[in-house]
């Protein structure tokens, strides 16, 4: 394919946006390259500014879950912009989507929405320190919870594409109160527990790790978290920005049967408009300010746009439930597809899933942890990255991302896709 147009514009960016991109991970640095430029987006597919047609499985990073230009929720936001963009006071449509999101998910009574999945998970973190008095926070090797300053300490995604595990610019201070554990590894949180009697105020985790590739949770690991949470009065906090209204109506917490304390929310839930939510029961939420005495806020907080966006969203998902098994069946069709043919060429590799989320490793060894994710061979992936996007795929530009599944798309689109692996791994 020709990316002519692609290239020139980012030269230009260039010039003008450091690395020409508003987020790291959109630039080429792990596979080499330059970024694609989108003009357009339709339901699964990509128009790029050279007219090139590219099936999307990465869809925004995952808030477009039905598809591009989704017409009930491009609708909202019309209407509602054609109304006046943002008061800076409250609007009814807060509380209807506050109100949907806390009838969807188990265990919450008040949520409070933020602009980004960052600022979600860097307030709950502040809240659960608030709540319990204690400074310390657990986080596990490869998660990524947004680029506030606690949580660049291994970071995953963008972070460890880049290998730099812990940015410039975090202060030792910060980093001191943030303790790593490996993933998968209840033995290893216990540890770091015991060393650190009555100073940690909350265990953060994805409940089902995204990025780092996906990895699931091993049996039993989640409960086991909140066991120990239990056992020392430890807050539990899921950020559930990837995968909160992904895998399931209610998230982890109704796929898992395990009870967090607070949830992060993101991506989906502002169906493509910048949006972001914590959330959890009365006696946590009611720390906050203005009833509690936990600071946080947002100019933009609540926008009605946004509020549009992911009420709409929200709605779709509320009223057709069946999106989350369509969504597990394409996404297992694609998974057997894949190893089909990757088999057939004898290309060792390891596929990830869960739901809506998969990810491919080239690496022979189960994919259960950061070190076991980062093992896979990046030259490798550099060669597939690069050869499915001139097939007309686009996955993620990292070794270390999940493709994102949309229900838009087709049976057609699947087996467009595993022909298109068939045909690259035939290369490699
Ligand atoms: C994307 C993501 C974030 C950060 O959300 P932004 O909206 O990019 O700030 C946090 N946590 C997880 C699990 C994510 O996947």
Redesign the pocket.
């Known amino acids: 394919m020709i990316y002519k147009r692609s290239s020139a514009l980012f030269a230009e960016a260039e010039k003008v946006i450091p690395g020409g991109v508003n987020?790291p991970v959109r630039a080429f640095k792990g596979v080499g390259g330059t970024p694609i430029f989108v003009k357009e987006a339709k339901g699964a597919y990509l128009y790029d500014e050279d007219e090139n047609r590219l099936v999307d499985y990465i869809n925004s990073?995952?808030p477009m879950i039905l598809g591009h230009a989704y017409e009930p929720v491009v609708n909202a936001v019309v209407e509602k912009a054609k109304k006046g963009t943002s008061f800076g006071m409250p609007t009814e449509i807060e509380t209807q989507i506050a109100q949907l999101a806390v009838s969807m998910v188990p265990n919450i009574d008040k949520i409070r929405f933020v602009n980004?999945?960052?600022?979600?998970?860097m307030s709950a973190v502040r809240l659960a320190r608030g709540f319990t008095g204690k400074d310390k926070i657990i986080k596990f090797a490869g998660?990524?919870?947004?680029?506030s300053d606690s949580f660049l300490i291994q970071a995953g995604?963008g972070a460890s594409t880049f290998g730099t595990p812990n940015s410039p610019g975090v202060t030792k201070g910060t980093a001191k109160d943030t303790l790593l554990a490996r993933y998968n590894d209840v033995d290893n949180v216990s540890e770091l527990i015991e060393a650190n009697k009555n100073e940690i105020a909350c265990i953060i985790i994805?409940p089902v790790a995204?990025?780092m590739g996906c990895i699931p949770p091993k049996s039993g690991f989640l409960q086991a978290l909140r066991d120990l949470c239990d056992a020392n009065n430890i807050l539990l906090v899921f950020?559930?920005?990837?995968?909160g209204f992904r895998l399931a109506k209610g998230g982890c917490q109704e796929l898992f049967h395990v009870k967090a304390d607070i949830v992060?929310f993101?991506?989906v839930i502002g169906g493509g408009l910048?949006v972001?939510a914590f959330a959890a029961g009365n006696e946590i939420m009611n720390h906050l300010a203005p009833i509690g005495p936990v600071y946080q806020a947002g100019t933009l907080s609540g926008n009605p746009l946004a509020m549009a966006a992911g009420l709409a969203m929200l709605t779709e998902l509320n009223n057709n439930p069946e999106v989350f098994k369509r969504l597990e069946e394409k996404t297992a069709y694609l998974h057997e597809g894949i190893a089909k043919v990757l088999n057939e060429n004898k290309i060792t590799h390891t596929i990830n899933r869960v739901g809506s989320m998969i990810s491919v490793h080239f690496d022979e060894a189960k994919v259960v942890d950061f070190d076991t994710a980062a093992k896979g061979n990046n030259d490798v992936f550099k060669a597939f990255f690069h050869g499915m996007l001139d097939a007309g795929v686009y996955i993620a530009p990292s070794a270390f991302e999940t493709w994102f599944i949309t229900d838009a798309l087709s049976y057609e689109d699947l087996d467009f896709t595993i022909a298109a692996v068939n045909k690259v791994a035939k290369s490699l």
Do not use: I, L
Request: include cysteine; glycine fraction near 22%.
């Open positions: 987020s990073w995952g980004s999945g960052t600022e979600a998970c998660c990524y919870h947004g680029h995604s994805e995204g990025n950020d559930e920005v990837m995968t992060c993101g991506k910048p972001g």
